[in-house]
């Protein structure tokens, strides 16, 4: 039995140190700006993160932050950093570094969701750095039920929330109900916050959320990951929204994108898919 579990782990390595180009724009920033000027060429927006592995130095980590948020500056548009606050330790007065370099052109910083614990730590933060920033950003995923009362917190605090399925179960409840809470999750955030972000490759739920939106007072975007597939990008047009991509760069992808692949081996199947269109040259 642990030898085949031992198997079916080194399966899966290889097979993501194969795919995982496809779904990174590189090991450096100049790779994801160079990835950015092409997306922001086909009118789209983008948001770029620097990935760690969680041994990278919180200090290392802030500097590669901010070398990004110096090259969206320099490219010019409304390109914005998406930061992982577990890298950098939660650090108020890295994050206040950071901030210094955002204000001098009001770029956004927001703040990807990570693992449950991180949830607290990241969400008094997020509100922390409010009292010194207006142009930040949190995501909130719906597989956890507390993301629901987080919407109270967040509202007030953030000018945009993203809205994620999540990567990371909830440790005590069952996943059950994912997309009827992401649903609630955008209703609850409709009107509340300036702008939401629906950030799923699920067609009818985006459809649903979209025309929740357009029915609120809160401007929406749609927002996709670099390298899955596009066609839900359709949708957002045939409602004149805005479509951002998340273009992650960085050598440490890899532990993260096999996560996933243990968790959901359907994920296979989706990418056999897409490397097989990819190989026909039709575009997804
Ligand atoms: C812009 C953006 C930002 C994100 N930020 C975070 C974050 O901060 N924290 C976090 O925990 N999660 C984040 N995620 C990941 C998210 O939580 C989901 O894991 C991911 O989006 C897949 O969920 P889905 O809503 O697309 O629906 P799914 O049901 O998982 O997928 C819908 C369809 O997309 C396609 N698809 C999905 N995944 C793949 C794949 N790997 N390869 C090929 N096709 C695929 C398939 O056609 C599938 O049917 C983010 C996702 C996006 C798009």
Redesign the pocket.
């Known amino acids: 039995m642990r030898l085949a579990k031992r198997l079916a782990v080194t399966a899966l390595n290889r097979i993501g140190r194969y795919v995982a180009p496809a ?1 990174i724009a590189g090991d450096r920033v100049e790779d994801a700006m160079r990835v950015c000027a092409r997306l922001q060429a086909r009118g789209w927006g983008v ?1 770029v993160c620097p990935w760690d592995d969680e041994t990278d130095p919180h200090h290392e980590m802030a500097r590669r932050y901010a070398e990004a948020l110096v090259a969206l500056r320099r490219a010019g548009g409304d390109g914005y950093l ?1 930061v992982k606050a577990p890298s950098f330790g939660y650090d108020r007065a890295l994050l206040a570094d950071l901030v210094a370099i955002a204000e001098e052109d009001g770029r956004r910083i927001h703040f ?3 693992y449950p614990q991180s949830a607290q730590p990241t969400l008094d933060l997020v509100r922390a750095a409010a009292g010194i920033y207006p142009h930040l950003g949190c ?1 909130l ?1 719906a597989r956890w039920p507390r993301s629901l009362q987080d919407v109270a917190a967040v509202a007030g605090a953030v000018e945009t929330v ?1 809205v ?5 179960a909830d440790p005590v409840h069952p996943d059950t109900g994912v997309e009827d809470r992401y649903e609630a999750i955008v209703r609850a955030l409709a009107g509340r916050v300036p702008r939401v ?1 629906v ?4 067609p009818p ?1 985006v459809a649903r959320c979209l025309d929740i939106l357009a029915a609120s007072d809160s401007a929406c975007e749609l ?3 670099y ?3 596009r066609g ?1 990008a359709r949708l957002a047009a045939e409602r004149g929204v805005p479509v ?3 273009v992650p760069y960085g050598v440490a992808y890899l532990p993260y994108a096999l996560n ?1 692949l243990r968790r ?1 081996p359907r ?1 296979l199947a ?2 056999a ?2 490397m097989a269109v990819r190989a026909l040259g039709l575009r997804r």
């Open positions: 779904y948001t998406s990807d969701s990570m995501t995923p993203r994620v399925k999540g990567q990371w972000a950030a799923s490759h699920d739920l927002e996709l990951l390298g899955l597939p839900v951002r991509m998340y996933d959901r994920i989706w990418i898919r897409d």
